[in-house]
């Protein structure tokens, strides 16, 4: 993956849109967790557990679950591809991975390059195919033993029917609506700097993208404005171009779905700061960084995932209100606070209901932590120790001399 970085970047960047900066480290990501997943694949040891009876020998042993049939999205083609693989071949389980359509190349791409390291032939297959065809046909058969996906709750809550009536052990990523809590005593220069980036990657098309801006109000107007003049200064053209700080969406769908959303914003009393809230007529599937201020709690924008380069802000007085408007979504995935104070900072950890919690700072990912949703955001784990246990059956043994 490292040896071919520039030809997958160039994969990802044609069909999703991203900047080459973004694809290529997508690209070195997805080749660090392949790396972690490999060395810790072989530190997945079993126990000795003592006996109550001096004739009897008790252990727990870690066998892998089987073949694993995995659902790869379009917004980081590679990353979550590599993610479901790369997890299946340690655990010791073959996989077969379906990508997204609108972005396969890259995927084929990985499983090329994974026979030619060696990895047997039957271990790694990928298939295309109509979506519900496929998923359908694989979930049902008695081969496959685990599903993961990645993708949208509607099609996670059907594929969870499907993998409940066959009995089959799952990891789902279901999307997010990740709360911002920006405290009166934040480092704004740093609080700016982080949400602009993290809320702007891949043109806001990533689960765990800041979505919800949650400000004190003691320093809304500053941080607001700090936050506008960066999100308008971003380079918005071709991903190509090393110039480009943010590249197009990756479908009309989005387009329609940016316009919805911020129509209603503003219909409801929300005020744009700098960005669009209609579709320029233009060639390319492109939308402005786009900031909303003082939006109301009834619009759409608060409760359903934007998936897109839109950013509403909310005001707060309390540590309390902002938890409980943190909380208010049925999302689960990721969440994000600046402050300075230390007691602050435990009352949203124990506070904020999500599966991964960044404070000051927007990283939550890395190979060696696991990373998961609650509530509608999933179901199981990947990454870390935990997410190889999820490929994994555990087996109790008992030996009588």
């Known amino acids: 993956m490292r040896r071919d970085a520039s030809q997958l970047a160039r994969m990802l960047t044609e069909e999703q849109g991203k900047t080459l900066r973004e694809a290529n480290g997508e690209v070195a990501g997805a080749a660090d967790l392949f790396d972690w997943l490999a060395e810790e694949g072989k530190r997945m040891y079993g126990r000795v557990v003592p006996s109550r009876a001096q004739e009897i020998q008790q252990m727990v042993l870690l066998e892998p679950i089987g073949p694993v049939a995995a659902f790869s999205p379009w917004n980081y083609p590679l990353a979550l591809a590599a993610r479901k693989v790369a997890h299946a071949l340690a655990a010791g389980c073959s996989v077969v991975i379906k990508p997204a359509e609108e972005a396969p190349s890259a995927v084929l791409h990985l499983a090329r390059l994974c026979l030619a390291a060696g990895v047997p032939a039957n271990a790694i297959q990928v298939v295309f195919g109509q979506p519900e065809l496929v998923s359908e046909t694989l979930i049902q058969s008695p081969h496959i033993r685990k599903i993961s996906f990645t993708g949208s709750v509607p ?4 594929l969870a029917q499907l993998a409940g009536r066959a009995l089959k052990k799952v990891t789902f990523e279901l999307g997010g609506h990740s709360p911002v809590i920006i405290m009166d005593d934040a480092d704004l220069d740093r609080a700016v700097a982080q949400s602009v980036a993290s809320k702007f990657r891949n043109a806001g098309q990533i689960c765990i ?9 003691a320093i809304f107007d500053a941080f607001v404005s700090r936050f506008s003049a960066q999100a308008e200064a971003l380079r918005m053209e071709d991903g190509l171009l090393d110039t480009s700080q943010m590249g197009p969406l990756a479908h009309e769908r989005r387009l329609d779905a940016m316009e919805d959303l911020a129509q209603d914003a503003v219909a409801a009393g929300a005020r744009v700061a700098t960005g669009m809230v ?5 060639k390319g599937f492109f939308w402005k960084p786009t900031v909303l201020t003082d939006v109301p709690l009834s619009a759409k924008i608060l409760h359903e995932e934007p998936f897109g380069p839109i950013a509403p802000f909310v005001r707060f007085s ?7 408007l943190a909380n208010d979504v049925q999302f689960g995935l990721a969440g994000y606070a600046f402050t300075r104070s230390l007691k602050t900072a435990r009352q949203i950890r124990d506070g904020i209901k999500v599966g991964a919690l960044g404070m000051n700072t927007c990283n939550v990912t890395a190979p060696e932590m696991p990373f998961l949703g609650i509530k509608d955001s999933g179901l199981g784990v990947a990454q870390g ?8 059956n555990i087996k109790s043994f008992f030996q009588a001399d």
Do not use: Q
């Not at 099609?155 to 059907?158: K, L, P, Q, S, Y």
């Not at 209609?278 to 233009?282: H, K």
């Open 209 to 217: 993208a800041p979505t919800r801006f949650f400000v004190h109000d």
């Open 385 to 392: 120790r935990e997410g190889l246990l999820d490929h994994m």
């Open 155 to 158: 099609v996670g809550r059907h």
């Open 318 to 324: 309390s540590l309390e209100e902002a938890i409980r």
């Open 278 to 282: 209609e579709r320029a007529r233009a």
